[in-house]
Nanobody, 124 residues
């Protein structure tokens, strides 16, 4: 069982930055690939970024590539999402998720554990 707690969301102006953190419980954190997803009101949950268990492989959605960066610190059982050059269309609830396996995935159905989400609001 893995418990995930996100933090770092908030209100920011367009062009600003935020760093989201996701702290995980458990002693096998580095065996789990991690992902960030987001869901805006009235829209489906969408993939943002994913990172392998060891941190050597990452993928980012085209909509955030070059602006967002996923990373992890396995010593701290934490995964991060650095968000720069934020746009109003980035406004959503952001969720971190953990897979039961090492490899990355962009599909939410491949993740076993989810955090409660953190709100990110970007004003224009």
């Amino acid at each position: 069982q893995v418990q995930l707690v996100e933090s770092g969301g908030g209100l920011v102006q367009a062009g600003g930055s935020l760093r989201l953190s996701c702290a995980a419980s458990g002693r096998t954190f580095d065996s789990h690939a991690m992902g960030w997803f987001r869901q805006a009101p009235g829209k489906e949950r969408e993939f943002v970024a994913t990172i392998s268990g060891g941190g050597g492989t990452t993928y980012h959605a085209d909509s955030v590539k070059g602006r967002f960066t996923i990373s992890r610190d396995n010593a701290k059982n934490t995964v991060y999402l650095q968000m720069n050059s934020l746009k109003p269309e980035d406004t959503a609830v952001y969720y971190c998720a953990a897979r039961g396996g090492w490899n990355t995935s962009a599909f939410p159905q491949n993740y076993d554990y989810w955090g409660q989400g953190t709100q990110v609001t970007v004003s224009s």
